[in-house]
């Protein structure tokens, strides 16, 4: 049986090797969504988009299923590791379905809804942007973004389903979350950092939030490795965070959401939260807080308006007409909201 230091030890290096086999997977997969995205002009064109998000889907459900694989095989050779065993059975596992998978069955990915519906979101990004802004260039931008997001999202939510389901397969009851503070420029948020200080079931899925970098090491032989492992990063983060941001890491207070798509998710205390019934609406029509920001969104729109309408529509890096009519009904959509408001 290893001692907890050399446990500790080969527990460190079997993370860094899954990050090491699946970093240039997501790049590659980022990469070449985000080339895709920026050298598309057919924004309001809904086949167009589809061609579009048809080849981010697969690019993502590619990547995934790579991570999905690096980390089933990490949780194996980690739980032979502190069994004190040469090698266990691998459990058969899949990608699919996610956390709101539907129960007739036809809903795929591992968010538990169509891959290519979730990849055609840029184009609404897009479209949210330039009504607001009139700038191409940084409704691009913001769309590239998008799914960037999207795709580090999926393969986060593929890695963490791999360890769960492998644990499970295994027999393992217990597992803690470890922080990656390696992985982050910043180190590791306070929210993992308090959420660290927790053991979970394994019938719960490990709580996420944007780009957490966070794993999990199963609890195994009576050895809670993963303890060790945030202690020791703990004192190097609250070392050299110094006295006040020390004392907001270990005074932060979390609440644990349920998100139709992404399961359990981290968030500050009394946090609002954007649940389930939140993900049909698009980024535009959700209410905005106030109405004097209702009324300043349409005032923006109105000047964009106006500015299409002038516009050439030769030189124009896509169909006016087609902006025009989103600008027309976004315009419309606000004044409902504000009618609502006041």
């Excluded at 030890?9 to 080339?35: K, S």
């Excluded at 217990?174 to 180190?187: A, I, M």
């Excluded at 004192?235 to 399961?263: P, S, T």
Aim: include cysteine; glycine fraction near 8%; aromatic fraction near 4%.
């Amino acid at each position: 049986m290893p001692t907890e230091a050399q446990a500790a030890a080969a527990t460190g290096a079997l993370l860094a090797a899954a990050t090491t086999a699946t970093d240039p997977v997501e790049q590659a997969a980022l990469e070449a969504a985000a080339a895709g995205w920026a050298a598309f002009t057919g924004w309001y064109d809904t086949a167009l988009v589809g061609i579009v998000a048809t080849d981010a889907a697969a690019m993502s459900v590619s990547a995934q299923q790579a991570v999905f694989a690096v980390y089933t095989e990490y949780v194996a050779q980690l739980t032979a590791l502190l069994r004190d065993q040469a090698r266990v059975t691998v459990p058969a596992v899949a990608l699919t379905p996610g956390p709101a998978a539907r129960e007739s069955g036809d809903a795929t990915g591992v968010r538990g809804v169509d891959p290519v519906q979730v990849h055609a979101r840029p184009a609404g990004t897009f479209r949210e942007a330039y009504a607001l802004t009139g700038d191409y260039e940084i409704a691009v931008q913001r769309a590239v973004d998008r799914t960037r997001q999207l795709i580090q999202t999926d393969i986060m939510l593929a890695a963490r389903k791999s360890q769960n389901d492998t644990m499970a397969g295994l027999g393992v009851q217990r597992y803690r979350r470890v922080l990656r503070p390696e992985l982050s420029k910043s180190g590791p948020c306070g929210l993992c950092v308090v959420a660290a200080d927790r053991i979970y079931r394994i019938a719960d899925l490990m709580p996420i939030h944007d780009r957490c970098k966070c794993a999990t090491v199963p609890l195994a032989a009576g050895q809670d490795i993963g303890d060790r492992l945030n202690r020791e990063d703990l004192n190097r983060i609250y070392a050299a965070a110094g006295g006040n941001r020390a004392r907001d890491l270990k005074n932060m207070r979390v609440q644990i959401n349920e998100h139709g798509e992404l399961g359990p998710v981290l968030t500050v205390r009394g946090q609002r939260f954007t649940g389930p019934d939140d993900l049909g609406a698009s980024r535009d029509t959700r209410p905005v807080v106030t109405p004097a920001q209702l009324q300043q969104r349409l005032g923006k729109l109105n000047d964009i308006l106006d500015g299409f309408k002038a516009a050439d529509r030769a030189a124009s890096p896509v169909d006016l007409d087609a902006a025009i009519d989103y600008q027309i009904r976004a315009i419309d959509r606000t004044r409902q909201q504000l009618d609502r408001a006041a």
